[in-house]
């Protein structure tokens, strides 16, 4: 018998597609919770097509403002990802190209209001003191003086 895969759940940050995005949603949420189908997304989501959620995922249909609102209810997103979520699929419905350009310059800049930085110890003990931050811009002053007064005094 093999090992069973373990798949991990998808972050919408991660796709430029919500189709892609959707459809490795739906093997997530199948994997994790063997009652879930297309019937029971639709049900939990408010649609009357019990195969919504498949013929969006195969291209068939495109989301409206309304559907959208359903789809980030029914697949549990909060606020932040929900507002990427509509970007995305707007990006991805958009057939003029200018408008696209508008959508994918919205992901970027949302993208990167997002970005976490990790920093380690001897970092954090850096930035938690705010006096090594000055005393390190002070260092680059023409009359800048390596003595504790003169950089008391400069307080």
């Not at 297309?38 to 019990?50: E, I, V």
């Amino acid at each position: 018998m093999g090992v069973p895969q373990i798949i991990e759940k998808p972050i919408v940050f991660e796709y430029t597609d919500f189709r892609l995005y959707l459809s490795d949603m739906y093997n997530y949420l199948k994997s994790t919770k063997p009652q879930f189908s297309y019937r029971y997304f639709s049900q939990k989501s408010g649609f009357s097509s019990p195969n919504f959620l498949k013929l969006v995922i195969n291209g068939d249909r495109n989301l409206s403002e309304e559907s959208i609102l359903k789809f980030t209810n029914g697949l549990a997103l909060d606020s932040v990802e929900s507002e990427y979520f509509k970007i995305l699929v707007h990006f991805n419905q958009s057939s003029l190209p200018l408008e696209r350009a508008q959508f994918a310059e919205e992901m970027f800049i949302f993208l990167n209001r997002r970005k976490i930085v990790t920093i380690n110890s001897s970092e954090m003990n850096y930035y938690a003191r705010w006096f090594n931050i000055v005393i390190r811009e002070m260092v680059g002053l023409k009359n800048f003086k390596e003595e504790e007064n003169w950089i008391a005094n400069q307080f």
